[in-house]
């Protein structure tokens, strides 16, 4: 299933409460995968510099807490466009093309320029509107 052009929903489980909507700020963890299956140390690298506060550890693995405004354009626009419609404590698997990803820039020592991404996405909490 598509959630739009460049978007594909691999895998999906629904949350509680109200969906995530455009101006809401919401609390999401993530991992990202290369489309052939290794995984990008987004986490591991960021986890280095941020308080523990903002770290969360789940199933032996460290997560960053990730805050963001929908509609605000301050993380990828794969990501934005997958967290919109979300319900907290809903989890989406989904590819995304590299036009909302990183595009022909790539992140350096992390993702190669147009690379196709996986990502996995927990919705945490929908802190306000």
């Known amino acids: 299933m598509r959630l ?3 978007i594909e929903l691999l895998e999906e489980r629904e949350g509680v409460g109200e969906p995530a909507a455009k101006g809401d ?4 963890n993530l991992r990202v995968f290369l489309n ?3 995984e990008v140390p987004l986490n591991e690298r960021q986890a280095e510099y941020l308080p523990e506060a903002m ?3 789940a199933d032996g693995s460290r997560f960053v807490n990730h805050e963001t405004t929908l509609g605000r354009r301050q993380t990828i626009a794969g990501i934005e466009h997958s967290l919109a419609g979300m319900k ?3 989890y989406r698997k989904v590819r995304v093309s590299p036009h909302l990803g990183y595009r022909d820039e790539g992140l350096t020592d992390l993702i190669p320029p147009n690379a196709v991404l996986i990502i996995q996405l ?3 909490e929908v802190i306000s509107a």
């Open 4 to 6: 739009r052009h460049g």
């Open 122 to 124: 927990w919705l945490r």
């Open 25 to 28: 700020r919401i609390l999401y």
């Open 55 to 57: 770290i969360r550890t």
């Open 88 to 90: 907290p404590g809903g």
């Open 36 to 38: 052939k299956g290794d």
